[in-house]
Nanobody, 130 residues
Framework: QVQLVESGGGSVQSGGSLRLSCQASGVTSTSFCMAWFRQAPGKEREGVASIGTADSANYENSVEGRFTISMDNDKKTVYLEMNSLKPEDTAMYYC????????????????????????WGQGTQVTVSS
């Protein structure tokens, strides 16, 4: 079974940067979508960014231009580079994956939802102070 292990969270001041990593193990599918979600206390878990084997990166509006999602196929790792961090970015960040038995050629951004995720990471805390 697939396992996702996250790292890179921490505490930074407003305007700072963090790089989150999510290393996958047990992956056998050649078609999948990867995403980062986040959840702040008292709020619903929301999608932040997504990328897929046949889809480019897409972002939630509030992080567009500040965050970059990428994948390293050799290391089986997905990253989230976060720049110009704001206090409202404070949340628990979760790596997520959806796998397909046949090639998925649609938009990961449009398809992914917290209800159809196959595998979740354990979460890594990001705290941004002002």
């Amino acid at each position: 079974q697939v396992q996702l292990v996250e790292s890179g969270g921490g505490s930074v001041q407003s305007g700072g940067s963090l790089r989150l990593s999510c290393q996958a193990s047990g992956v056998t599918s050649t078609s999948f979508c990867m995403a980062w979600f986040r959840q702040a206390p008292g709020k619903e878990r929301e999608g932040v960014a997504s990328i897929g084997t046949a889809d480019s990166a897409n972002y939630e509006n509030s992080v567009e231009g500040r965050f970059t999602i990428s994948m390293d196929n050799d290391k089986k790792t997905v990253y989230l580079e976060m720049n110009s961090l704001k206090p409202e970015d404070t949340a628990m960040y979760y790596c997520a994956a959806r796998f397909f038995l046949v090639d998925f050629r649609g938009s990961c951004y449009a398809y992914l939802d917290k209800e159809n995720i196959d595998s979740w990471g354990q979460g890594t805390q990001v705290t941004v102070s002002s």
